[in-house]
């Protein structure tokens, strides 16, 4: 299903930037398995996967910070320091190593995204991913699941001094593409998303699908999806049957 909650000016979008986690992939039983593993390495108890999965969306640091604090019974900011780093080094060597283990891409994202890659007049449409993920294991897991190809850039957590929702990373990419903010049109699952295309100036689409849902209305988007087939309902009105064909 699809709803428009603002109609964006489709025919002007040449520049598409996609969150990571949740939304072209589905990642949480990995990152659900590293911080467990971080917290049983200090002899801690594991969380509920569906816990840790709510946490995902503003960063690694932030992740294994709020599941550090709900294991202590603290606010995030009680959480001490050197433990935190203690645990936040084992977390991401141990997710560097299984980052692929059970992570997958949505259904539809593939084909989607080589749908995509033109403009309806067909020429190139520009296309990016604005995570706040490490970017290392961005690029490898971008790279593994056969769809880094697509993007002239894919931009981590640190890349930039400042992470989503704060509009650095989204418009550094703008500047890079030549595009205009309402050009632009960032796709994500949750608020943070909607709120980095808001800072931006940019246009909002959402991921019904991802990680956020719980949040993704507390800041509407312009538009909201049930699926990444939608996304070129949504932008390119063509069929992408012959695209799902020749990827298979």
């Known amino acids: 299903m699809i709803r428009v909650l603002r109609p964006i000016p489709v025919d002007s979008i040449k520049l598409l930037v996609f969150d990571l986690d949740g939304t072209l992939i589905d ?7 590293s911080v467990n593993a971080a917290l049983e390495h200090m002899g801690r108890p594991h969380l509920a996967d569906d816990i840790i999965a709510s946490f995902v969306g503003n960063g690694a640091a932030l992740l294994v910070r709020r599941s550090l604090a709900v294991e202590n019974g603290v606010s995030p900011d009680e959480v001490h320091d050197e433990e935190l780093a203690t645990v936040y080094t084992f977390f991401l ?27 309806p007049d067909g020429s190139p449409r520009t296309m990016a991913v604005l995570t706040n993920k490490p970017v290392r294991p961005a690029r490898a897991i ?24 704060d509009p650095m990373g989204l418009r550094s990419l703008m500047g890079e593409a030549n595009v205009r903010p309402e050009e632009t049109l960032m ?3 949750s608020k943070v998303d909607v709120q980095t295309a808001r800072n931006a100036g940019a246009w909002s689409l959402g991921c019904q699908f991802g990680f956020g ?23 390119n009105p063509a069929k992408i049957d012959s695209v799902r064909d020749s990827i298979q």
């Open 27 to 33: 990642s949480a039983r990995d990152l659900c398995n």
């Open 93 to 119: 060597d141990h997710y560097r190593e299984h980052k692929l283990d059970f992570t997958f891409a949505y259904e539809g994202v593939l084909e989607s995204l080589a749908a995509l890659r033109l403009l």
């Open 142 to 165: 971008c790279d593994g699941l056969g769809m880094g190809e697509f993007f002239f850039r894919i931009c981590g957590g640190d890349s930039f001094p400042l992470k989503k929702p």
């Open 187 to 189: 796709v994500g699952d």
């Open 213 to 235: 849902p719980q949040n993704l209305m507390e800041e509407p988007p312009d538009l909201v999806v049930d699926s990444a087939f939608d996304w070129t309902r949504v932008i």
